[in-house]
């Protein structure tokens, strides 16, 4: 179900995120990356990056963005890796357009969360791990949070970004009522396919709150602050998406 | 971490907080390990709070210099509101207090709880604030406080007693006058 989802949606998806966020996906998105500040300022220091359910390369190419004009670093890698080839397509159309098209930088691959595979991501090799907007459409969240802890290397970052629990409930109400009725609505209209939009509002409502995904991250081995807003996540909007970040410590 | 390299920023803003929060996390840390280093050495040992006081004095000496800075640090506010970060100033002095209060089994109930406290986390502050600035004279200053504050409640509640006999007095007059039933 979720790959003919996301191969409905491929071509628009950025255009819907819009649509649907108002824009402010990008913003969060922003926010995400600099939070992460990858790359390095010293010369010939590689950062090993993999975006998983990178799809369409919105934050791989902010984190080689990043990289680039604030620390001057060329050598960092992202390696791009969704479980759906039309949505790689779609990345690497958009990587066509920017000067790390045919350089090292980054690479495309077609691959399961769940299961990156030891052969092509072997253990203790990335510095940074993100998933932006991908977690939710996993059947199987501790399994991904376990491959995400292998491929780290000590010292690794995890990092998500992910629709979450809006904790006002007043706006929680409103955020409700907007999720049910406008963004199917929007998909109809937009893209002609209601169940696809459908099937996104309700994976958001179904995916654990903040703190208990928190723990999630925390029972996968990774090192998490506070179970509070500011801690082992942080509240974008009131909640409407929330980043979560963990160490891998040893 | 191997081969000895440091940690990248994006690590350790996420385990201690970004910018000004992890060297507060490190204060904080450091401030509760003070409040556990004021237990008795000998596990059947009796504290007094003096005594708890006193061992709280001591875990500053080694850093007295940095102090000023620490507090200064935790009292800067992380967002824009409020302007001081009133709550980590007040904390420490309770947190103090309430420790030695337990460490010494002093097991008051009621509004006496609080007002028990209150007293010796305002002690402990003063106490504190004066070790800053004249290190040798601090625990005789403490001592003084306590005594004070001994004094001043056996006087407080010596006047609730008396008052309290006074008041039955004047009921007692009163009935037999018949004016009160």
Redesign the interface.
């Known amino acids: 179900m979720v790959k003919e989802v996301f191969s409905s949606v491929a071509s628009k998806y950025d255009v819907m995120n819009d649509a649907m966020s108002m824009g402010v996906h990008r913003l969060w998105k922003d926010e995400f990356v600099s939070l992460l500040k990858p790359g390095s300022t010293r010369v010939g220091k590689v950062t090993r990056c993999i975006d998983v359910a990178g799809g369409t390369g919105d934050i791989a190419l902010r984190i080689l963005d990043y990289a680039r004009e604030k620390k001057a670093d060329r050598d960092l890698v992202v390696d791009l890796v969704d479980i759906n080839p039309e949505m790689l397509k779609e990345g690497q159309k958009r990587f066509r357009k920017t000067m790390y098209h045919g350089t090292p930088q980054v690479a495309f691959h077609v691959g399961n969360a769940q299961e990156l595979g030891q052969e092509r991501f072997p253990d203790n090799t990335y510095d940074i791990y993100t998933i932006a907007f991908g977690i939710r459409n996993c059947t199987d969240i501790p399994a991904v949070l376990r491959e995400a802890h292998r491929v780290l290397k000590p010292g690794g970052v995890f990092a998500c970004l992910e629709f979450s629990k809006v904790t006002q409930p007043a706006l929680a109400s409103m955020y409700e009522s907007y999720s049910f009725s406008v963004i199917p609505l929007l998909g109809t209209i937009m893209a002609g396919d209601r169940a696809s939009y459908q099937y996104l509002v309700e994976s958001i409502r179904r995916f654990p709150s903040q703190e208990d995904f928190s723990r999630m991250i925390s029972d996968a081995g990774f090192e998490v602050g506070e179970p509070e807003d500011g801690g082992a996540w942080r509240n974008l909007w009131g909640g409407i998406s929330a980043i979560h970040t963990g160490v891998k410590v040893a | 971490?191997?081969n000895g390299d440091q940690?990248?920023?994006?690590?350790l803003?996420?385990?201690f907080?970004?910018g000004e929060e992890a060297r507060k996390t490190l204060i904080r840390a450091w401030l509760d390990e003070g409040i556990n280093a004021m237990g008795p050495s000998n596990e059947t040992a009796q504290m007094t709070v003096r005594d708890a006081l006193h061992k709280r004095l001591e875990w500053n000496n080694p850093v007295l210099d940095k102090l000023p800075e620490a507090y200064a640090l935790l009292a800067t506010p992380s967002g824009i509101l409020p302007p001081l970060g009133v709550k980590n100033i007040v904390e420490h002095p309770a947190k103090v207090a309430h420790r030695a209060c337990r460490l010494a089994n002093q097991n008051a109930s009621g509004t006496s709880w609080y007002t028990q406290r209150a007293a010796i986390a305002a002690i402990y502050a003063a106490a504190e604030l004066h070790q800053l600035t004249s290190p040798a004279t601090a625990t005789r200053f403490l001592d003084g406080l306590l005594e004070a504050n001994d004094r001043a409640s056996n006087a407080a509640s010596d006047v609730l007693t008396f008052g309290n006999y006074i008041g039955r007095s004047w009921l007692a007059i009163a009935r037999s006058k018949g004016l009160l039933p």
């Open positions: 971490m191997s940690l990248p920023d994006r690590t803003d996420i385990l907080g970004p």
